[in-house]
């Protein structure tokens, strides 16, 4: 039967998960730059919004807690609601549609938390800035403790970006 | 007014043929010639393959079943309003009403007046067109469905895990869903306005965008609509190396959605293979063109990367081992019953809704229309190259997967020979700076995307407009998912797949 088949194929040689890249220095400095914030531990809870994405930072976010990289051996999960939540990931111009959800989000989360911005459209719009229908960034409607580049960013540039929030809560 | 059966074409020579505008003709029709238009659609077979609006202009694309003729009509609206096709194309209603959202024309006869993109969050109203302040922002009347024990189940536009926002508003009867509706709008990011006044290369880094799962589809649509307008052929080897390309980005998308919908039905094994399979290309992609998703390679004139022989035996390789390790994931999903349990008869749509919305890709493929623009109206290189189209009647989700798996192979058998006919040569061509106009007709995974294009004298796009498979998509899955049980709305959804930052736009 191909369901043992397969599972046993998996245990005996299956794929192997890369191995997790270190966190990225930028990121850390860039946090270091930041506010202080209270220890969040290490194993951290993470709550992604789209606010106005192609849908590419979300296909890379989906490999990354795929089984190639596997966001969750490091510690990190998505949940589902923002009350679960110590970190908002935030993708997209934040289309001005997508705002009031936005600050509802945010606010449903507990405190301390961290908002992550994710892709050059979180960053400043990137090449939807400016139009009537987008904010430009995650930052023009809440503090942004990080900010990962990239368009969409790489699952290993994601991992290494999120471990940096995580290094420096240790 | 004409009476009787008339072509598309016939129906048109009432109106002025624009000059410039390519491949297809568009013709500007006044108000008594529009409406024996539309009085002709509704008994004619002509198929919308688009509607948008423009600066006092409302344009439908056409295509006439029984001549195979495409053409663009357009009715000139100094008055601000047109009368609707909606009553007699429904997948015309939210086109229409997003038209009047952006654009400020108002479609006459519409019984759905409601704004479909404008929440009421936007610094203008009619940004498109004549701006004027905004509105303050009314709440929305989602439609009714009354009856004893109903109750409403609102979900959105933030969801659970990572996927695109919008809102669901279902009305169910203990665990039965009676009517769905959704309503979308928020990734609205103003495309048509970011790629105004840009130069081709610059708005094609936005086409590649509109949806970014189908980002080599939209951004050869793009170039199809620039090279129409600009009378630029690109060269043989950018034409096949972009076919490789685009079957790369359908098996992606197909191979990692049969996963996610088996992962719906609580079946999380095959996400975990499909996602592996997946990663094989993207990493393929980002090794041999430099971008996982091959984002900005396909440009105006042709490519802006290339293989070299060891990368073409490379890439050949991959895809070896990939149908390999798919045809494990296939024999996993068909000899798992449980699963297939949860797939067969779930998820109907009826083959009449169909045709009646003119719905394409594997949702109109799995419910007996037989349709794919690699074929009609055809592009190259695929006017080369031998292929069938699968198609199924059943209209469940086990269909729509079935579908997925056979474009998968046939995407894979495609690819074989693409790989080993490379025409050698350059990979772009100049696009010359003119003024013109231009409709770029592309098969992506989801089925048929269209990129409209007007560029004025110094070569910049004066207007673009692109538009997604999803919008005559979204409507069936309201009616798909009525009368199964809410838990399997995620199962039936994924199987749609819509987009909707290609909706939203
Ligand atoms: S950063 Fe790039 S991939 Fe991410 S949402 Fe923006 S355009 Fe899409």
Same mark, same amino acid.
């Given at each position: 039967?191909?369901?043992?088949?397969?599972?046993?194929?998996?245990?005996?040689?299956?794929?192997?998960?890369?191995?997790?890249?270190?966190?990225?220095?930028?990121?850390?400095?860039?946090?270091?730059?930041?506010?202080?914030?209270?220890?969040?531990?290490?194993?951290?809870?993470?709550?992604?919004?789209?606010?106005?994405?192609?849908?590419?930072?979300?296909?890379?976010?989906?490999?990354?807690?795929?089984?190639?990289?596997?966001?969750?051996?490091?510690?990190?999960?998505?949940?589902?609601?923002?009350?679960?939540?110590?970190?908002?990931?935030?993708?997209?111009?934040?289309?001005?549609?997508?705002?009031?959800?936005?600050?509802?989000?945010?606010?449903?989360?507990?405190?301390?938390?961290?908002?992550?911005?994710?892709?050059?459209?979180?960053?400043?719009?990137?090449?939807?800035?400016?139009?009537?229908?987008?904010?430009?960034?995650?930052?023009?409607?809440?503090?942004?403790?990080?900010?990962?580049?990239?368009?969409?960013?790489?699952?290993?540039?994601?991992?290494?970006?999120?471990?940096?929030?995580?290094?420096?809560?240790? | 007014?004409?009476?009787?059966?008339?072509?598309?074409?016939?129906?048109?020579?009432?109106? /002025?043929?624009?000059?410039?505008?390519?491949?297809?003709?568009?013709?500007?029709?006044?108000?008594?010639?529009?409406?024996?238009?539309?009085?002709?659609?509704?008994?004619?077979?002509?198929?919308?393959?688009?509607?948008?609006?423009?600066?006092?202009?409302?344009?439908?694309?056409? /295509?006439?079943?029984?001549?195979?003729?495409?053409?663009?009509?357009?009715?000139?609206?100094?008055?601000?309003?047109?009368?609707?096709?909606?009553?007699?194309?429904?997948?015309?209603?939210?086109?229409?009403?997003?038209?009047?959202?952006?654009?400020?024309?108002?479609?006459?006869?519409?019984?759905?007046?409601?704004?479909?993109?404008?929440?009421?969050?936007?610094?203008?109203?009619?940004?498109?067109?004549?701006?004027?302040?905004?509105?303050?922002?009314?709440?929305?009347?989602?439609?009714?469905?009354?009856?004893?024990?109903?109750?409403?189940?609102?979900?959105?536009?933030?969801? %659970?895990?990572?996927?695109?926002?919008?809102?669901?508003?279902?009305?169910?009867?203990?665990?039965?869903?009676?009517?769905?509706?959704?309503?979308?709008?928020?990734?609205?990011?103003?495309?048509?306005?970011?790629?105004?006044?840009?130069?081709?290369?610059?708005?094609?880094?936005?086409?590649? /965008?509109?949806?970014?799962?189908?980002?080599?589809?939209?951004?050869?649509?793009?170039?199809?609509?620039?090279?129409?307008?600009?009378?630029?052929?690109?060269?043989?080897?950018?034409?096949?190396?972009?076919?490789?390309?685009?079957e790369?980005?359908r098996i992606a998308n197909h191979v990692f959605d049969i996963g996610?919908i088996c992962?719906?039905?609580?079946?999380?094994?095959?996400?975990?293979?499909a996602?592996?399979l997946?990663?094989?290309?993207?990493?393929?992609?980002?090794?041999?063109?430099?971008?996982?998703?091959?984002?900005?390679?396909?440009?105006?004139?042709?490519?802006?990367?290339?293989?070299?022989?060891?990368?073409?035996?490379?890439?050949?390789?991959?895809l070896?081992?990939f149908g390999?390790?798919f045809q494990r994931l296939v024999a996993l999903y068909r000899?798992?019953?449980?699963?297939l349990?949860?797939t067969i008869?779930?998820?109907?749509?009826?083959? %009449?809704?169909?045709?009646?919305?003119?719905?394409g890709g594997f949702v109109g493929r799995a419910a007996s229309r037989g349709v794919d623009?690699r074929k009609?109206?055809?592009?190259?290189?695929y006017?080369?190259l031998d292929f069938v189209i699968p198609v199924r009647a059943e209209g469940d989700v086990d269909a729509r997967i079935e579908i997925r798996i056979a474009e998968i192979r046939i995407s894979l058998d495609l690819l074989a020979r693409?790989?080993?006919?490379?025409?050698?040569?350059?990979?772009?061509?100049?696009?010359?700076?003119?003024?013109?106009?231009?409709?770029?007709?592309?098969e992506g995974f989801r089925g048929?995307?269209?990129?409209?294009?007007?560029?004025?004298?110094?070569?910049?796009?004066?207007?673009?407009?692109?538009?997604?498979?999803?919008?005559?998509?979204?409507?069936?899955?309201?009616?798909?998912?009525?009368?199964?049980?809410?838990?399997?709305?995620?199962?039936?959804?994924?199987s749609?797949n819509?987009?909707?930052?290609?909706?939203?736009?």
């Amino acid at each position: 039967m191909p369901l043992n088949h397969l599972l046993f194929r998996n245990i005996v040689k299956g794929h192997r998960t890369e191995p997790a890249p270190a966190s990225d220095a930028h990121a850390a400095a860039e946090l270091a730059r930041g506010a202080p914030g209270a220890g969040l531990g290490r194993s951290l809870a993470l709550r992604v919004v789209d606010c106005g994405s192609c849908n590419g930072c979300e296909l890379e976010l989906h490999a990354a807690t795929g089984p190639a990289y596997d966001l969750d051996h490091l510690g990190l999960h998505v949940v589902a609601s923002p009350r679960h939540a110590d970190a908002l990931v935030v993708t997209g111009p934040v289309s001005a549609n997508m705002e009031p959800a936005l600050r509802r989000t945010a606010q449903a989360v507990p405190r301390p938390n961290r908002v992550v911005a994710l892709g050059d459209c979180a960053g400043d719009g990137g090449c939807f800035a400016g139009t009537y229908a987008v904010k430009g960034g995650v930052g023009q409607i809440l503090p942004v403790d990080l900010h990962i580049p990239g368009c969409p960013p790489t699952p290993t540039r994601i991992l290494a970006g999120l471990r940096a929030l995580m290094d420096r809560e240790r | 007014m004409m009476m009787g059966r008339a072509t598309l074409m016939e129906v048109l020579s009432l109106g /002025r043929p624009v000059a410039g505008a390519r491949p297809w003709p568009r013709v500007v029709l006044d108000d008594r010639a529009w409406r024996a238009l539309v009085g002709h659609m509704a008994v004619a077979d002509w198929v919308l393959l688009a509607e948008w609006g423009g600066p006092d202009e409302v344009h439908v694309a056409l /295509r006439d079943e029984e001549t195979g003729e495409i053409a663009i009509a357009t009715r000139a609206s100094a008055d601000r309003r047109f009368f609707a096709l909606g009553p007699v194309r429904p997948g015309a209603i939210r086109l229409e009403r997003a038209i009047r959202d952006l654009w400020g024309l108002a479609p006459e006869g519409l019984e759905d007046q409601r704004p479909w993109l404008d929440h009421g969050h936007w610094p203008v109203h009619h940004p498109l067109g004549a701006a004027s302040p905004p509105q303050p922002a009314r709440p929305y009347r989602f439609l009714a469905a009354e009856g004893e024990g109903l109750h409403q189940v609102p979900v959105g536009p933030v969801h %659970a895990g990572i996927i695109e926002p919008g809102h669901f508003r279902f009305h169910v009867q203990g665990e039965t869903v009676v009517r769905l509706e959704a309503r979308l709008g928020y990734v609205h990011k103003g495309i048509s306005a970011a790629m105004a006044g840009q130069t081709p290369a610059g708005a094609a880094r936005v086409a590649g /965008r509109v949806s970014g799962d189908s980002t080599v589809a939209y951004a050869l649509a793009f170039a199809h609509a620039v090279e129409a307008a600009s009378d630029c052929s690109p060269p043989p080897r950018a034409v096949w190396l972009r076919a490789v390309l685009a079957e790369i980005e359908r098996i992606a998308n197909h191979v990692f959605d049969i996963g996610a919908i088996c992962n719906d039905a609580g079946f999380p094994l095959a996400l975990s293979e499909a996602s592996l399979l997946r990663e094989m290309l993207l990493r393929a992609n980002e090794s041999l063109f430099g971008h996982r998703l091959a984002m900005d390679r396909v440009i105006p004139g042709g490519l802006a990367c290339d293989i070299d022989e060891a990368g073409a035996a490379l890439l050949a390789a991959t895809l070896t081992r990939f149908g390999k390790r798919f045809q494990r994931l296939v024999a996993l999903y068909r000899d798992t019953p449980s699963l297939l349990d949860r797939t067969i008869g779930a998820g109907v749509v009826a083959g %009449a809704l169909v045709y009646r919305f003119g719905a394409g890709g594997f949702v109109g493929r799995a419910a007996s229309r037989g349709v794919d623009a690699r074929k009609v109206p055809g592009y190259p290189p695929y006017d080369q190259l031998d292929f069938v189209i699968p198609v199924r009647a059943e209209g469940d989700v086990d269909a729509r997967i079935e579908i997925r798996i056979a474009e998968i192979r046939i995407s894979l058998d495609l690819l074989a020979r693409l790989l080993a006919g490379l025409p050698s040569g350059p990979v772009a061509a100049a696009v010359p700076r003119a003024a013109g106009e231009g409709l770029g007709v592309v098969e992506g995974f989801r089925g048929k995307i269209l990129v409209w294009v007007r560029l004025a004298e110094d070569g910049t796009v004066a207007q673009c407009h692109p538009h997604d498979p999803s919008w005559f998509q979204w409507p069936l899955l309201e009616a798909a998912i009525e009368g199964n049980i809410l838990a399997d709305f995620p199962l039936c959804n994924k199987s749609f797949n819509c987009s909707y930052s290609g909706v939203d736009l």
